[in-house]
């Protein structure tokens, strides 16, 4: 399996080693996450943060362990936090190692003694064990571990409240928190002496909140102390779960029964190197239990750490996911779930963390869901499904959009889709700070039309298959292929608009454009698809994603950063995105007249692209980059298009 190891010299690098996180997952949501170090930066940061709802309501419970190596009554701190004066304590110092092997490990050394802690959640549960392992003289050898606790929400710091009463855990060894009415979270350990001594912690440094413009100091609980005698036991694991229902189960066999599962979907996957087996892991990341107990249907996460399901996301990223991974039942389970949902023709955008309510205030996430439908039938022909269960749904989304449906969205005389207003944000392009929308693209917009010709084509295909009565829109579906490459060619710069409403057409180069010539049924083909691709790669290619926005615009923003006003103003006006590799590489090869050459640049983007998978989430693809060099990764160090995306195009392709 695909592994990373960091060594000390590198790890004394701090901001570096700050600068990447490790990440675990277990199918409901939950996570546990930190720095290469240890020290959360982050105000999503744990060891264990729980969806309660799943895949949402996700609480940050377990901040983290101090731990503490005492050897002959000299005290060796071991862990890492910041504060705003400095790193106290600053156990980095004696980290020889850090590796993920697949599973996170860290390594220290005190003169002759060696400790080393492992990682590993729980698949299908919130819970997280924590074992250290000792070796070397242990005569006088003790491990001290305080678990500190936040019990919050994971979208917002904690400060100290009297309400959180810890207390010990019965006939366990550890401690039993209160969550809410009925919940607990429960900390044990194998081994050892538990003291219940609980004390606050005050304005812990959170650095990336701090980078990201937000509020960035936090209060934690240190709830006490538990004791081993490592000369007795040199082993001990701590577990960190929502439940004490649950059968216990041994790190060991937590650690093999997650190494077996991976195992299991590398087999059903086959990549063919280690970077395409490490993107087949991270894909599993993404595919979480949408509600409470057994058989719940799966849904995608957009992102990691804050993001929840969103429907657009899921859609694009279903192809790569699902498909390209050999989970086809997984594929059918997030249509089946998607498809339920349908609503006067629309898909839901999001769902928000409370997870009660759903907004529909996307125009693209429906005709996403053909696209994502039509990849799943030519890879599997699933007759029945595709009558019984997408094509109600899609000639639903069809009928809707012809004739009208929520926020304006309607066909136009010409047959071509329109949307929305001037205060609306109903593309992937939706960033708005209160009342401002910094790209507004309502009216005809490239991509969305790109994707309805796209869906009337295919909806022809499945209609003529299962002998079934088309939409009426259908019928039209050439005339609108023709009245799109008439809208929207522009002669003056060789490739497309980007949005065409009552202000005139708008000539921004944008990235939107590559879809008409990447898609299924493209409507813009041969030497005007070669044109679209050539003023991509010139204006808006970088080794990591295509820029939004050209870095001769006047509204370009080179770097992602600053508070969130500053952020949402760069978001999609020149940072870069990974998950639009995928679009560009199908457009490029689509019209490639030597295809060697074209698979050659093809190659060489995604290599390049995957230098990614050293950084941010080791193992995973950050969500977007600056668009200036040296193109620092931002956003989500995780997301689910970006991965699905280079994964798809590179089994696709063979890269």
């Known amino acids: ?23 675990l997952t277990n199918g409901l949501g ?55 004066d ?26 002759d003694v060696q400790l080393t ?33 936040a019990m919050r929400d994971f979208h917002h710091l904690g400060h100290e409240r009297r309400d959180l009463a810890p207390d010990l855990s019965g006939a366990a060894i550890g401690f039993r928190l209160p969550i809410d009415e009925g919940r607990f ?12 001594a609980p004390i606050w912690y005050n304005r812990l440094h959170r650095r990336q909140e701090a980078v990201r413009g937000q509020d960035y100091l936090e209060d934690v609980l240190r709830v006490g102390a538990l004791t081993v005698d490592l000369s007795a036991s040199p082993s001990v694991t701590v577990t960190a779960n929502v439940s004490s229902s649950q059968e216990p189960v041994t790190f060991a066999e937590a650690r093999e029964g997650e190494l077996e599962r ?73 249509l089946s779930l998607f498809a339920g949902l349908v609503n006067e023709g629309m898909l839901p955008n999001r769902f928000e963390d409370s997870g009660d309510q759903v907004s529909y205030n996307s125009v693209d996430s429906a005709l996403w869901f053909i696209q994502a439908a039509e990849a799943l039938i030519r890879e599997t022909r699933y007759r029945d499904f595709l009558r019984d269960t997408l094509w109600p749904a899609a000639a639903e989304i069809i009928d809707r959009y012809y004739r009208g449906t929520r ?13 929305g207003d001037a205060g609306t944000q109903l593309t992937w392009m939706d960033a708005k700070c209160g009342d401002t929308v910094f790209t507004p693209r309502w009216g005809k917009a490239v991509e969305i039309n790109a994707l309805w010709v796209s869906a009337l084509h295919v909806a022809a295909e499945w209609a003529h298959w299962l002998g079934l009565p088309p939409p009426d829109a259908v019928r039209h579906r050439q005339d609108i292929a023709e009245a799109f490459r008439r809208v929207f060619w522009n002669p003056s710069l060789g490739c497309l608009y980007d949005c065409v409403n009552e202000r005139g057409a708008d000539a921004t180069i944008r990235p939107n454009q590559l879809f008409a010539v990447a898609l299924p049924h493209a409507p813009v083909t041969g030497e005007q698809g070669r044109q679209v691709v050539d003023v991509v790669r010139r204006k808006l290619l970088t080794p990591f994603g295509l820029r939004t926005l050209p870095q001769d615009a006047p509204n370009y923003r080179g770097h ?43 190659q060489q983007l995604v290599d390049a692209a995957l230098g990614n998978l050293d950084d941010g989430a080791l193992g995973s693809i950050n969500e977007i980059f600056d668009g200036d060099a040296p193109h620092t990764p931002r956003g989500c160090v995780a997301q689910a298009w970006s991965v699905a995306e280079l994964l798809r195009v590179k089994r696709a392709y063979e890269l």
Request: proline content about 4%.
């Open 1 to 23: 399996m695909w592994t990373y190891v960091a060594g000390h010299e590198a790890l004394q690098d701090v901001q570096w080693a700050l600068d990447r996180e490790y990440l």
């Open 262 to 334: 991976r195992r299991e979907l590398i087999g059903l996957a086959t990549p063919r190197d280690l970077r395409e087996q490490a993107l087949v892991i991270a894909a599993d990341q993404f595919l979480v239990q949408r509600g409470q107990g057994d058989e719940q249907p799966v849904s995608i996460l957009a992102g990691y750490p804050w993001f929840a399901d969103w429907g657009r996301d899921a859609m694009i990223a279903l192809r790569g996911l699902c498909i390209e991974t050999g989970r086809l039942d997984l594929a059918c389970e997030v």
């Open 117 to 149: 802690k492992r990682l590993v959640m729980v698949h299908g549960q919130n819970c997280v064990l924590i074992q250290y392992a000792a070796s070397g003289p242990l005569s006088e050898a003790r491990l001290i571990l305080s678990p500190f606790v």
């Open 30 to 84: 939950g996570y546990s996450s930190s720095s290469l170090l240890g020290c959360d930066t982050r105000r999503y940061h744990g060891l264990l943060v729980a969806a309660l709802k799943p895949p949402l309501d996700r609480r940050v419970l377990l901040s983290h362990l101090d731990e503490i190596l005492v050897l002959a009554d000299q005290r060796h701190s071991l862990s890492t936090v910041e504060y705003g």
């Open 560 to 602: 992602y950063a600053g508070g969130w006003f500053e952020r949402d103003g760069a978001y999609h006006q020149g940072t870069a995105w990974a998950w639009l590799l995928g679009a560009y590489v199908d457009a490029l090869m689509a019209t490639a007249e030597a295809p060697s050459v074209a698979r050659d640049e093809a």
């Open 86 to 111: 400095g790193f106290f304590p600053a156990g980095y110092a004696l980290l020889e190692e850090f590796r993920l092997d697949p599973l996170p490990t860290w390594r220290w050394r005190v003169g």
């Open 407 to 419: 926020f304006n969205i309607h066909a136009d005389t010409d047959g071509l889709i329109v949307a």
């Open 185 to 196: 979270l429960y900390i044990h350990a194998t081994d050892g002496q538990a003291e219940l």
